[in-house]
């Protein structure tokens, strides 16, 4: 049997290969490798195939910073750490959430964010700090929408 490429997967198998890729090192007691980072980018690259668009976000950073709450992503490569979920729909729900979370710091917001992007199909994206070759042109494109 032929051994599938990662960009051949489903969404479905590529969550599944990031949860246990994760889940496996976690219980190794070892940090996620550079192979997460591929892995969690192809699950972006899978989303938007399945819904035609994909929104990246971020939970865990200051409003008007560049990438909080909620973009639109238009393809090409996605830095590790540069989003922390991936949704396949604009959720103002989910931005309106993620903005509690930020002026209140409550951590029941944390768990009502976590379970509306499981709600409306998103995953949450893991991702590892050891380097992977990164090129110079590989630059993310993302539009606004929160």
């Known amino acids: 049997m032929r051994q599938r490429k990662l960009h051949e997967l ?3 198998q590529l969550t ?4 246990e ?9 070892k940090h996620v490798d550079a192979y997460a980072n591929q892995v969690t980018r192809h699950v972006v690259g899978a ?4 819904h035609k668009r994909v929104f990246l976000g971020r939970v865990a950073c200051n409003p008007g910073d560049a ?22 729909t604009e959720d103002l729900a989910l931005v309106d959430l993620i903005t509690a979370w930020a002026a209140t710091g409550d951590a029941e917001h944390l768990f009502e964010i976590h379970a509306r992007i499981e709600q409306i199909g998103g995953v949450m994206l893991h991702w590892s700090d050891e380097a992977a ?6 630059k993310p494109k993302f539009q606004v929408v929160g």
């Open 10 to 12: 489903s969404l479905e």
């Open 16 to 19: 599944d290969i990031m949860g």
């Open 21 to 29: 890729h994760f889940a496996d090192n976690f219980e190794a007691g």
């Open 47 to 50: 989303m938007h195939r399945k």
């Open 67 to 88: 990438m909080w709450p909620l973009h639109e992503w238009w393809g090409g490569y996605v830095p590790a750490f540069s989003a922390d979920f991936a949704v396949p």
């Open 133 to 138: 070759p990164e090129g110079p042109d590989d």
